[in-house]
């Protein structure tokens, strides 16, 4: 019997005329859980861990993200024991672009890492791999599960990822997340930022193009759009603060220090940030939003960063989370619905932020455990 890869799809076979319900068919618990179940949600990432339920086959493409949540996921609950560290390392290694030669470094491809194996695209008949190119947010994952599982990163082909890397950067500073026929913005200037950050390399990447870009994205309520002139939003505010600190134009703990010498509006950031938690005790992503379990990280990691996470309602918060837990292990997007693998990972990030016991410190500008970062494991 063949092996199977790690986070391989279960199949379901519908044989019948109604087929196989779907998540949605299936009725959330009556009540929610009073209290951080660890236990349920280590059963449910392992399960997660070991067969991918077929649902998320729709998300092949981005199987290396999934993989993250996983791996990372099992590490924020200590119970990376869980995981095949060395298979996981081979596994995740066989995902990377290989230039033939160094001078196709210069051929505007990105040689980073495939999100899935339906990615890497074959020659064409000339012999040229016009779509065998990475993806940005697929390096950043592949490289933050390899931080996970203890291998050295620093071993991998790095030349070829920030060599190559330069060629995803605009004019502007933003970043195309593959060299052709993409969009630009805050999110792939993050992770073009997390992947020099982790190889300790920053010739991937202009700072200072990249800095003027995060600049012109924040909005007149202080917090940042994803593109200039966007709607502030939750995800992109912590890519656009995550990214400087990781670049090292803002200090952390930016509220300790004298924050009107910083080249953000700090003051106008941190009264948006805590204009995100709603009645509830949740956070939404943007004004008038209903409360999400991401942006209990989205948002707190911002204010993790600045030095403001102290004032906010952390027994409401905690409260909100808790009625999406599910009694199954995991978290919904909203209270009293399904979990799903993202909003169970981002209620850990979430509990880590709370200093929940027994799960891991967090890193909020890198969104893994704080012994990944530092690669103590």
């Known amino acids: ?123 064409d008949e000339n012999g040229v791999s016009v779509h065998n190119a990475g993806h940005l947010a697929s390096t950043y994952c592949a490289l933050a599960i390899l931080k996970t599982v203890g291998f050295n990163i620093l071993t991998i082909d790095k030349e070829s990822i920030l060599i190559s890397m330069r060629n995803l950067q605009r004019p502007d500073g933003s970043f195309m997340p593959v060299h052709v026929g993409a969009e630009t913005d805050l999110r792939f200037v993050y992770c073009a930022a997390a992947i020099c950050f982790m190889l300790e390399d920053w010739s991937g990447m202009d700072r200072e193009k990249a800095r003027g870009y995060i600049l012109n994205c924040q909005s007149y309520d202080g917090g940042f759009g994803l593109m200039p002139g966007l709607e502030s939003h939750g995800g992109g505010t912590y890519c656009a603060v995550a990214s400087l600190r990781l670049m090292g134009y803002i200090e952390d703990d930016l509220l300790s220090k004298n924050a009107t010498s910083s080249i953000i509006n700090v003051p106008l950031l941190l009264d948006w940030c805590m204009q995100r938690q709603a009645i509830g005790g949740g956070f939404q992503g943007r004004a008038n939003k209903s409360s999400d379990t991401c942006y209990a990280f989205w948002v707190g990691a911002v204010l993790r960063i600045l030095g403001g996470y102290k004032f906010i309602d952390k027994i409401a918060l905690r409260r909100f989370l808790l009625t999406c837990q599910s009694e199954f292990g995991g978290f919904s997007k909203y209270p009293r619905e399904l979990p799903d693998l993202y909003h169970s990972y981002y209620g850990y990030t979430a509990f880590s932020l709370l200093e929940e016991p027994g799960l891991n410190p967090l890193c909020a500008e890198l969104g893994m455990t704080d012994l990944a970062a530092l690669g103590i494991l």
């Open 1 to 123: 019997m063949a092996t199977r890869d790690p986070l391989d799809f279960d199949i379901v076979v519908e044989d019948d005329e109604e087929g196989t319900p779907s998540p949605s068919s299936i009725s959330p618990p009556s009540s929610p859980l009073s209290y951080f179940d660890r236990d349920r949600h280590v059963a449910f990432f392992e399960m997660l861990y070991n067969l991918m339920p077929y649902h998320y086959q729709s998300q092949e493409i981005n199987r290396l993200t999934l993989a993250f949540f996983t791996i990372s996921g099992l590490h924020l609950l200590k119970a990376l024991d869980r995981v095949d560290k060395d298979r996981v390392a081979s596994w995740v290694l066989s995902f990377q672009a290989h230039p033939r030669s160094r001078a196709e470094l210069k051929n505007g491809q990105f040689y980073g890492f495939h999100g899935s194996r339906t990615s890497q695209f074959p020659p």
